[in-house]
Every structure is written in C-alpha cells, then in structure tokens.
C-alpha cells in the first residue's frame, strides 16, 4: 500500500477532530459519505470558505429558514444547512435555537420540536444525529404510507375485476320504465311464467 494513499486516508479521518467553530458545524452538516476524499474535502473546504464567488449571509439570516408548509423534515433540514453553509460567524448555541424555532407547528416538525425542547441537544453535531434519524423515521414512514395505497389501490382494481362491473349490461339486464309491459314480459320469458288459469267458485262447486 502506498504510504501517500494511507497519509490521505489518515488525514481525511482526523481532520474533523481539528475543525472548530462553523468549519466544525459546517462538517457535522454533511451528509454521511458525501466526503469521498482528502482532495475532495479540501475541494469543499476551499469552496465553503475561501471562495470569492460566495454569496455573503449572516447569522439574522438564519433565523428566517421556517420550515414550508408540506415540506418534508429532510427537505427543511437540507435547505437549513445549506443557508448555514453560507454564513462565515455563527454560534453553535444559536443555529441549534433557530433550527428548532424554525420547525412546522404541525406533523412530524411538531414532534421533533417537542422532542427537542423537552431535551435539547448540548451541541449542534447531537442535533444532527437525532434530527438525521428522525429524517429516516419520517421517510420509512411517507414509504410505508404509500405502499399502503398502492395496494389499497391494487385491491380494489382486483375487486373490480372480480364483480365485472365494467362489462355489466344493465340496458339488457334491468327493465327499462319506458318499456311497455309487454316488452317486459319479453325480456324475461325464461323467468317469469304465467300461472295457469284459475278456475272460478262456480267451476268448482258444480
């Protein structure tokens, strides 16, 4: 094994140890193997941090991200992050309140914020792992619900197909109340027989 290959691979692994305020937050943001490389995390220090054709924000900024209204968890956690990837001084304390304050009243954002208040995380990189694995909960849950009504979905074509309704020919089928009686009677010879006729009370007697 090349010692330069095994140095890299070295480096990339304790480099987080050595970041420290938003480079550390800006780290702890990433997705799990979205860092392929030494070179490829340099590359994406260099742009977080270095590059002239950032687009400046600040830390008032933050505090406008609010989770939308049918947005997903993941979907709200991603455009968080990247709006915190564009602030050069933030608080490790005050991204952690902002992100909880920016949560939907409502749904899954609701119960995380109370998960969230009622043991707040000591650090940011602690509100990413329980924020991360709340994402996971949420999206098993949206794939489970849709596996649902597919199949629900898939049933009731099966039924369906089972009654044949589709080829059911009801003109042929049930009486019309524009036809006359004796079209009717035509309709449903096979079923309906005429009784023979009755024989009268003096018939009988005699």
Do not use: C
Not at 126 to 131: C, D, F, T
């Amino acid at each position: 094994m090349d010692l330069r290959d095994s140095h890299r691979e070295f480096s990339t692994k304790a480099m987080p140890t050595f970041l420290t305020g938003a480079a550390k937050i800006w780290f702890d943001s990433l997705s799990p193997g979205s860092v392929t490389s030494y070179a490829d995390l340099g590359q994406k220090l260099h742009v977080r941090f270095f590059s002239s054709k950032r687009a400046k924000r600040t830390i008032h900024d933050l505090s406008s991200v609010r989770q939308r209204r049918n947005e997903s968890l993941g979907e709200y956690y991603e455009r968080f992050t990247k709006e915190l990837m564009m602030i050069d001084q933030v608080d490790d304390l005050v991204v952690r309140v902002d992100f909880v304050n920016g949560l939907s009243p409502f749904g899954a954002g609701a119960a995380l914020r109370s998960k969230l208040t009622a043991k707040p995380p000591g650090t940011t990189q602690k509100l990413w792992e329980i924020v991360k694995k709340e994402i996971r909960t949420d999206e098993s849950m949206k794939r489970a619900r849709e596996a649902f009504a597919e199949g629900e979905k898939k049933a009731g074509k099966s039924e369906a197909k089972k009654l044949n309704i589709g080829s059911l020919n009801f003109e042929s089928k049930v009486p019309v109340l524009t036809k006359t009686r004796k079209e009717i009677l035509q309709i449903h010879k096979s079923e309906f027989k005429l009784p023979p006729p009755g024989r009268s009370q003096n018939e009988s007697s005699s």
